[in-house]
């Protein structure tokens, strides 16, 4: 009889109870509610926001706002390139940026390209075709961008999967081409935004505003918050070395809980189903290990998704599901359960539905009729091989 015993209240470090966890969302709510106002979750959260960093102009040298001209599209090394020196074909043909970031042609000191426009390797040229004695006057130069290479760039901070990423290779399928044969080449494969979804997107605790990009010994500061609010936002090309740095404001912005550029491509939840009505995993179109939802979705729409809801009223009504997460911050795992019935049918039921992350998991649990009809089978079954 200790099956029909309820299970333990979930133990948590985190003071989840009272609004403190990674999500106010994950506070118990009340048994009776005759508060009338709803929809608190969000300012909660946002009372705990910090600036990552107050002003720029005490960070000292090597900071600086993106300069406007560092936009647009700068060459890497492995880049191809296509040079054109009037009708001189000593100097023309397709170079590949070498991996020191030098343009190299023959006859001529290398060239830095790591960086650089290609109207500033054609003024260089220029130069060093006329002061190496190879022309009286300024020849005619063209150097175009044929094909943009892959890159490995370092993403740390505020993102779900911190790590060195390559951003920019594309696959067979992926080519035109019409477009291998034109001049430049460009994708958008090689973009920030890119890097910040291939290291797991940004986490919802990011400060969009002061992200940082470490190149070349400076550092720049980005903003990419118009991607949420439906403005223009700098979204550069990344170079070979590049350094990316997300800054916290350690707290739970709800507003970044929507799908976007630089948020994670979904979330694959790990399940566990119950076992009535469903007779199984695999009839409920439920997979062997996880399952993907997208991102946004919150925890009572996934237990809806994982057919936790519904059935017989009688004997299935009072079932409860519970959310294993971790907060990405601390590291420090939690566990929250909830009464499904309860949840649906509240009318604050907004204010302590949490949104879900990627990596968690979620179980499901039967009714009491449920447990008690497993009881007796499983005692029928018990009994009736007692000799």
Known sequence: MAGCSPAPTPSNIAPVEVGRGYQAQYRDPPRRSGDKTYLVSPRMNMERCVDSFADLSEQGKGSAILPLNLSGERLSRDDLLDVRVSDDETFGGDYVISRDGFLKLPYLPPVQAQGRRTEDIERDLVDLLRSGGFYDSAPLISVRL????????????????PHAVEVGRRGGSDLDPARQRAMGASTEARNLSTALRAAGGVRPDADLTRIELHRAGMRYVLDLSGVF?????????LLAGDEIIVPSRQCFQDDLMRPSPISPPGIALFLSNLTQPATGNAPSAIGREVREVPYGTRFMQAVVNTNCVGGARASSANRSAVLFTRDPVTGVSTVIERQIEDQLRRADRDDYDPYLLPGDSIACYDSGVTNIAEIGRVFGAVVGVVP
């Open 146 to 161: 044929r094909d943009m290479a892959s890159v490995n760039v370092a993403v740390s901070g505020a993102v779900f999967e």
């Open 229 to 237: 609010e439906g403005r223009h936002a700098v979204d550069i090309v």
